[in-house]
């Protein structure tokens, strides 16, 4: 079983990657097949991402997944085909069991993180439960959220950055969070994509900043992130969601190599 040592105090950092919503077999097997090439030559240890299921949706028409069973499916294929660790974003309590069957990682989502029985059903699991800071939460708000599934006897968790709302529809990302969170004694990511996005706009659809993925990433590396969450898809444009805050897959090695550098610098 993958627990939080396989990613603890590694030379590099950590990547979590891949697309936002599992859209179909082809296109996700391609995906994982680039990252897990760029991440095999860096180094870099990797765990791919992809949602099962889109639960947070601003309009009732916008695009939620391809079905459970079948995009779960996919996630397990991702594993058995490249040997990489997946990831997937749970909801409800009766999900934690079912998702736990096809990956190694199940993710809180920010607006659910102080869902107490989200929590100890992920716990119960053993998986690796990655818990997304709340938008509305301060860091040390965090240590309870952490302690609900230690306390429910799994210390296999990590702490997920993404931006504090700002406003209506903007984030902000404090930096001071990472190493204030890093105290809890868990590894703690930072979710470059998703805190570009600007949420609640007029159109119903989000919208995002793609262009400071890179200061985003270079920052939270400057300050000693353990792990980075990048959203990444061939064709942002034509993703099914959140296509306008994505890194497009062609530019994720130039980046990496970027950060990489930043991090040598600082060890």
Not at 72 to 98: Q, Y
Not at 134 to 157: C, I, T, Y
């Amino acid at each position: 079983m993958v627990t939080i040592e396989n990613f603890r105090n590694k030379k590099n950092f950590f990547l979590m990657a891949g697309p936002c919503v599992i859209e179909g077999e082809d296109i996700t097997l391609h995906i994982a097949e680039k990252i897990t090439d760029i991440a095999g030559r860096l180094n870099i240890p990797l765990i791919f991402k992809g949602s099962y299921r889109k639960a947070n949706r601003s309009r009732i028409d916008s695009f939620t997944g391809i079905g459970d069973e079948k995009a779960l499916k996919i996630l397990r294929k991702v594993n058995e085909a490249f040997h990489i660790p997946t990831v997937t974003d749970i909801h409800e309590s009766h999900e934690a069991g079912m998702a736990a069957e096809y990956v190694d990682v199940l993710q809180i989502p920010a607006f659910l993180c102080r869902q107490t029985e989200l929590l100890i059903a992920a716990a119960k699991t053993g998986k690796i439960v990655n818990i997304k800071k709340g938008q509305f939460l301060s860091p040390e708000g965090m240590s309870f959220a952490a302690q609900k599934v230690a306390d429910a006897g799994n210390k296999n968790v990590m702490i997920t950055e993404r931006g504090t709302t700002f406003g209506y529809t903007d984030l902000v990302v404090d930096y001071r969070s990472i190493p204030k969170m890093q105290q809890f004694g868990y590894p703690v990511v930072m979710d470059i994509t998703h805190s570009l996005q600007q949420p609640n706009q007029t159109s119903g659809v989000t919208g995002g900043l793609p262009e400071l993925i890179e200061t985003i990433a270079k920052a939270a590396i400057a300050v000693g992130a353990d792990g980075l969450f990048i959203e990444t898809h061939p064709e942002p444009c034509k993703a099914k969601s959140d296509g306008a805050n994505m890194l497009p897959l062609h530019l994720l090695e130039e980046l990496l190599v970027k950060l990489l550098r930043i991090r040598e610098a600082i060890r």
